[in-house]
């Protein structure tokens, strides 16, 4: 119970949620994509990333210089399929 609670306080940052529903529609995607896509500094995303990597939601995967991020986590998986229905 009190992971779920965990998960969902951080998933509760509209940015945040952004950040997993876009992951989770695309698959994978680094932060240069995500700035684009949000049009906010990389500064702020990057710090978004590293809550959701902290609370083990995300992770990524290194290629060269970049670092490319997806969803590991079901049950937040679920609760944005909940949230934005296709």
Avoid: W
């Avoid at 998960?7 to 940052?13: D, G, I, S």
């Avoid at 994978?28 to 500064?43: A, G, I, K």
């Avoid at 995303?45 to 939601?57: D, E, F, M, N, T």
């Avoid at 986590?73 to 399929?81: C, G, K, L, P, S």
């Amino acid at each position: 119970m009190i992971e779920h609670a965990e998960l969902l306080k951080v998933l509760a940052h509209p940015m945040r949620l952004c950040i997993v529903q876009g992951l989770h529609q695309k698959g994978t995607c680094n932060v240069s994509y995500m700035q684009r896509c949000l049009n906010l500094p990389q500064s702020t995303i990057s710090q978004h990333l590293a809550k959701l990597r902290s609370a083990q939601i995300i992770a990524g995967t290194r290629d060269g210089v970049e670092v490319h991020y997806r969803v590991v986590n079901e049950t937040a998986v679920r609760i944005v399929a909940a949230l934005f229905p296709c």
